[in-house]
Structures are given as C-alpha cells and as structure tokens.
Nanobody, 125 residues
C-alpha cells in the first residue's frame, strides 16, 4: 500500500481542516487505516483508526468529539475531518495502514506497516 497525505495548512484556533490520504495498492480495501501526528520534539502519537470494514473507529482522548475519521473504498481514500482546532493540534499528520488490528495495539506506530509522507497542520492562537 502506498499512501499520500494532503490537506494540511495554517489555520486559526477554532477552525476546521480536512486531511486526505490517497492510497494505492490492492490491499487497501482490507487494511485498517490510521492517522498519527508528531509535534516537534515529541514522539509520534496516535490520533485515530478506522477498521477496514468501516464498522469501527477509535480516537485518542485528545481529539475525541472534534475529529472524525472516514474512508471511501471506491476512491481508495481516508479522511480526517478536524474541527475546533487548537494550537496543541499543531503537528505533522501521517496516515498509515495496518494489515492486522488488535484492540491492545492499534495505537502503537509499530502496528502499521505502511506510512504516508505527512502533511503539516499549524494552528495559531
């Protein structure tokens, strides 16, 4: 699976952004898709994941209620709608694909075999 994230930018507190992740490869439709982010000087952290069927989604507590993950199998794309953005959301956002899903490890970067190049999101106060 090859992934390319886009949609980042510079916004103000309270604004919204929609990130997109374009995927290619025949295994996309059966991959679990996640979003991670990494701020300067910090470790990469889990944001959200959507199961391959789209039946289940999970979010980090820090974004729950503000971010929504979705996928479009026909377009081979995954999206992250980000609302009510805060300065602490500033980071490079990465989309990632996992072949297997485990309830204990879905938030771990090591679970994901494929990564996109990242897109910068900057939220000014």
């Amino acid at each position: 699976v090859q992934l390319q994230a886009s949609g980042g930018g510079l916004v103000r507190t309270g604004d919204s952004l929609r990130l997109s992740c374009a995927a290619s490869g025949r295994t996309f439709s059966t991959s679990h898709m996640g979003w991670f982010r990494q701020a300067p000087g910090k470790e990469r952290e889990f944001v959200s994941i959507i199961r391959w069927s789209g039946s289940s989604t999970y979010y980090a507590d820090s974004v729950k209620g503000r971010f929504t993950i979705s996928r479009d199998i026909a377009k081979s794309a995954v999206y992250l709608q980000m609302n009510s953005l805060k300065p602490e959301d500033t980071a490079v956002y990465y989309c990632a694909a996992a072949v297997q899903f485990t309830s204990n490890y879905y938030a771990s970067p090591s679970t994901y075999a494929y990564w996109g190049q990242g897109t910068q999101v900057t939220v000014s106060s």
